[in-house]
């Protein structure tokens, strides 16, 4: 299908998505596209795109519905901006109404239970383990960008991490001590299941190759049955919500959290731009629970 090929490219090149934020859109549209039968998709008009809501909202929840529309809107925005079609047919169909979801997150105590327990584990996997979970909770970077981490990210004097977010927009995160002490251990005895040479990611799984997304979400599952009084199965992303969820209790301002957290809204980031990394660095160390015994970050003198 040449449009949707014509509007993979968009994504990637112009846009700059992430491969998996590409797929997504592409298969909404190719849904779509099922949805019309024999009308082309440059063809379709309002009545199409609200029969198609309607179709996924009888199958699915609100979220995934509107998802979708949200794949197909952007394809539309895609061919008015190529000249192909004068109007968004599907710019003026309202998304569905979703309950609001409260995020998972962990309380301080049981975040402390959860990264204590994993002292006990010497082995070189239980390094990296603790090194992982402190570091996530530690930064609140999202999983996919912990694990697409390469060892020149992390600046261990300094105390921050250096992160490619979506949108491959870079941002400067501090660290807090005891995820710099964890991480500091771990690269220590990285070399041990790095068989292969130059391989860069920080974190390896047991075959000497980077950790995934997928893995971590298998690790984190098991450190959190072995637990003791954790009651909970949680996703990485909920460590990322205890970040700034503790952030925000212990008075870091919404804004700084916001500039941490790398949230990708333009009308957001505009807010915080003035925020530099030396800001961050202090907001940090006044909020968050780990940030005691952290080495600050300090400047050279002019």
């Not at 070189?124 to 912990?146: H, S």
């Not at 600046?155 to 992160?163: N, S, T």
């Amino acid at each position: 299908m040449e449009l949707l090929d014509r509007f993979r490219d968009y994504l990637a090149r112009e846009k700059r998505f992430s491969p998996h934020t590409v797929e997504a859109y592409c298969r909404d549209v190719e849904l779509f596209a099922t949805s019309l039968g024999d009308t082309a998709l440059d063809e379709a008009e309002r009545y199409d795109v609200r029969a198609f809501l309607v179709e996924e909202l009888s199958a699915h929840e609100a979220t995934t519905a509107g998802r979708r529309l949200a794949g197909v809107r952007k394809f539309f925005d895609f061919l008015v901006k190529q000249g192909l079609v004068e109007r968004n047919v599907a710019g003026t169909t309202r998304y569905p109404k979703t309950r609001k979801h409260v995020p998972t997150h962990l309380s301080v105590d049981e975040t402390f239970a959860l990264l204590d327990g994993m002292k006990d584990d010497p082995s070189e996997l239980g390094t990296r383990d603790r090194a992982v979970f402190e570091l996530l909770y530690g930064t609140g970077l999202r999983v996919g960008e912990l694990t697409s981490l390469d060892v020149g990210a992390i600046d261990l004097a300094e105390g921050y991490v250096r992160v490619l977010g979506k949108g491959s927009k870079e941002r400067e995160v501090p660290i807090g001590g005891a995820a710099l002490r964890a991480l500091a251990e771990w690269l220590r005895v990285r070399p041990s299941l790095a068989p292969r040479a130059g391989e860069r990611a920080v974190f390896l799984n047991a075959r000497g190759t980077r950790l995934t997304p997928r893995g971590v979400q298998y690790l984190l599952r098991r450190r959190c049955l072995l637990t003791p009084h954790l009651w909970k199965t949680v996703s990485p992303h909920a460590l990322r919500h205890s970040y700034a969820t503790h952030l925000l209790i212990n008075g870091a301002d919404l804004r700084y959290i916001q500039a941490l957290l790398g949230h990708a809204s333009l009308a957001t980031t505009q807010k915080y731009t003035h925020a530099g990394i030396e800001q961050l660095m202090a907001v940090y160390d006044r909020a968050h629970p780990h940030a005691r015994g952290r080495t600050p970050r300090t400047k050279e003198p002019r």
